[in-house]
């Protein structure tokens, strides 16, 4: 996606602050994972452990992470596990890149047992951005919201506990931990835990609207409330959708970069793909 140039001054000076520990991680270690290069983040290690790519952070600092070379894309996705660092708050931004400039970003926030998602969107008018947050279950859409500002929470996790009918088709914990899950909710079978959820960030080709799309173990979510009672429905997957208004102009091709960083202890990427002229 190609950064507007109506950005104000102040915001590029912004921007070049934010951009500028990216560059020299660049420097300490990269590694090339499924042919994409993978550049450490603030102190994080990475780690090649065959098909899969751990990010290290040793002291679960939000700043840590990984950039992912995606130059050129308009699709990118990988499997995610994580160890979460035992803190009361734990953290995931994604950042979506154009040109050195973030485009996009979703936050992904577990506090007290629940777990919101909220996106921004860097749109030609920013200050009014909107995007539509949606649930799925099974691939078809039972709930979503739209008119959620930009920044705010769109859709609440409020439940981690089993939903007995249902064996989950993937898990964003680590093998170990999806065992014993898997176990003490007493699933007929525990397949699912070698299978990391999915995590996409993909630009709509009927618009040029950017999505997040967040595959989950099965959960109960709440939708923001916007006028009317809150929706709380069953779903396995989140999407967080850009609003784009029809009578202007979309300024984004494609994306350079996809920044990963969480405060989690490790954070284990599979299967990473991208479109674009990666290598």
Same mark, same amino acid.
């Given at each position: 996606?190609?950064?507007?140039?109506?950005?104000?001054?102040? *915001?590029?000076?912004?921007?070049?602050?934010? !951009?500028?520990?990216?560059?020299?991680?660049?420097?300490?270690?990269?590694?090339?994972?499924?042919?994409?290069?993978?550049?450490?983040?603030?102190?994080?290690?990475?780690?090649?452990?065959?098909? /899969?790519?751990?990010?290290?952070?040793? #002291?679960? !600092?939000? /700043?840590?992470?990984?950039?992912?070379?995606?130059?050129?894309?308009?699709?990118?996705?990988?499997?995610?596990?994580?160890?979460?660092?035992?803190?009361?708050? /734990?953290?995931?931004?994604?950042?979506?890149?154009?040109?050195?400039?973030?485009?996009?970003?979703?936050?992904?926030?577990?506090?007290?047992?629940?777990?919101? #998602?909220?996106?921004?969107?860097?749109?030609?008018?920013?200050?009014?951005?909107?995007?539509?947050?949606?649930? #799925?279950?099974?691939?078809?859409?039972?709930?979503?919201?739209?008119?959620?500002?930009?920044?705010?929470?769109? &859709?609440?996790?409020? *439940?981690?506990?089993?939903?007995?009918? +249902?064996? $989950?088709? %993937?898990?964003?914990?680590? #093998?170990?931990?999806?065992?014993?899950?898997?176990?003490?909710?007493?699933?007929?079978? %525990?397949?699912?835990?070698?299978? $990391? %959820?999915?995590?996409?960030?993909?630009?709509? /080709?009927?618009?040029?609207?950017?999505?997040?799309?967040?595959? &989950?173990?099965?959960?109960?979510?709440?939708?923001?409330?916007?006028?009317?009672?809150?929706?709380?429905?069953?779903?396995?997957?989140?999407?967080? @959708?850009?609003?784009?208004?029809? *009578?202007?102009?979309?300024? +984004?091709?494609?994306?350079?970069?996809?920044?990963?960083?969480?405060?989690?202890? &490790? @954070?284990?990427?599979?299967?990473?793909?991208?479109?674009?002229?990666?290598?």
């Amino acid at each position: 996606m190609r950064l507007f140039r109506r950005l104000a001054q102040s *915001s590029l000076a912004a921007l070049f602050v934010v !951009a500028l520990p990216f560059a020299q991680a660049q420097a300490e270690e990269c590694v090339s994972f499924n042919g994409i290069n993978h550049c450490g983040m603030g102190k994080a290690q990475l780690k090649l452990n065959g098909k /899969e790519l751990q990010v290290v952070s040793p #002291y679960g !600092a939000a /700043e840590d992470g990984v950039a992912i070379f995606t130059e050129g894309s308009t699709v990118w996705s990988a499997g995610f596990r994580s160890e979460p660092s035992g803190r009361g708050v /734990e953290q995931t931004v994604l950042t979506g890149e154009s040109e050195g400039a973030a485009a996009s970003t979703a936050t992904i926030r577990t506090e007290g047992g629940r777990t919101s #998602y909220a996106a921004t969107f860097t749109a030609a008018t920013p200050d009014a951005s909107t995007y539509t947050a949606t649930v #799925y279950s099974q691939g078809q859409r039972v709930a979503s919201v739209s008119g959620v500002r930009y920044g705010d929470v769109g &859709v609440t996790q409020v *439940s981690n506990r089993p939903i007995y009918g +249902y064996t $989950p088709e %993937c898990t964003n914990q680590s #093998y170990n931990a999806c065992r014993q899950s898997c176990l003490s909710a007493g699933y007929p079978n %525990c397949n699912y835990c070698s299978i $990391p %959820c999915r995590r996409t960030f993909h630009r709509l /080709e009927l618009n040029g609207a950017c999505v997040w799309s967040m595959q &989950v173990q099965r959960a109960t979510f709440e939708l923001a409330q916007m006028g009317a009672a809150a929706q709380v429905v069953e779903g396995d997957m989140v999407e967080l @959708t850009e609003e784009i208004d029809p *009578s202007g102009s979309y300024p +984004y091709v494609n994306f350079d970069r996809i920044l990963v960083q969480s405060t989690a202890k &490790v @954070t284990t990427l599979t299967d990473v793909q991208a479109n674009g002229n990666t290598k």
